[in-house]
């Protein structure tokens, strides 16, 4: 069965350092890997997908995710943090091969990034 | 352009009662995706529309839950006789998707209908 998890529930950050976001998926074959963005009281916005060729992919508002497929990981990254960045980011995973259309997400992690 | 669009945006309702919640995705978008976001959790997939193809309704978390499509477009989500644990957001998402395709494409979601069930 598909699954994506992100092992940080939170992540705090100062404005202007690097941030992290971790994501790790299980499918049974080739995955298309997503981030998305909810800022309170909004909908989902996609910030970035892999679909294949390089492994790092750059996105909206900066961010960028390198997918590691030995290490079966899509970490989300920023080189520098801003305070506008702090949301709630769900990394999400298809499986290439499945039949379902439906992506299956993580359960969030919330940035707080602090002047 | 315009995006997915949901309504209401917000909806109290008694336990009991049924609730429609609409969606209208994005023109031309052939794919469409109902979600449930409770707090503390992620999203939870409830069912899956693609062009004229039968849904997959392998989300839906009982027989009280429906939701159909019309003319390839708008979707209405029908939960009957409504629980307290049906509170939580409900977002709709659509994606170009062409029918036959393994579908990189990536979805784009709607603000949701947070609905609270007294």
């Known amino acids: 069965a598909q699954s994506v998890a992100q092992p940080e529930d939170q992540v705090n950050v100062a404005e202007g350092n690097p941030l992290t976001v971790k994501c790790t998926y299980s499918?049974?074959?080739?995955?298309?890997l997503f981030w998305y963005v909810q800022y309170p009281n909004r909908g989902l916005q996609f910030l970035l997908k892999y679909i294949t060729g390089d492994n790092l992919v750059k996105g909206s508002y900066g961010f960028e995710a390198e997918f590691n497929k030995s290490q079966t990981s899509f970490h989300l990254k920023k080189p520098s943090a801003l305070v506008s960045d702090s949301a709630l980011y769900f990394c999400?995973?298809?499986?290439?091969?499945?039949?379902?259309?439906?992506?299956?997400f993580g359960k969030g992690t919330k940035l707080s990034v602090k002047p | 352009g315009a995006g997915v669009s949901q309504s209401p945006s917000n909806k109290v309702t008694e336990k009991g009662k049924d609730v429609e919640l609409r969606c209208d995705p994005i023109?031309?978008?052939?794919?469409l995706y109902w979600y449930r976001q409770s707090l503390g959790q992620g999203l939870e997939f409830l069912i899956y529309f693609q062009g004229n193809s039968a849904p997959d309704k392998s989300g839906l978390p009982s027989d009280r839950f429906s939701a159909e499509r019309t003319g390839g477009s708008v979707s209405t989500l029908t939960i009957q006789r409504t629980q307290q644990e049906d509170s939580a957001v409900y977002l709709c998402a659509s994606s170009g998707t062409p029918r036959g395709t393994s579908g990189n494409y990536e979805q784009y979601f709607g603000p949701g209908t947070r609905l609270t069930v007294t």
């Open positions: 499918v049974s074959g080739n995955p298309y």
């Open positions: 999400a995973v298809r499986d290439v091969g499945g039949s379902q259309g439906n992506l299956i």
């Open positions: 023109s031309g978008h052939t794919a």
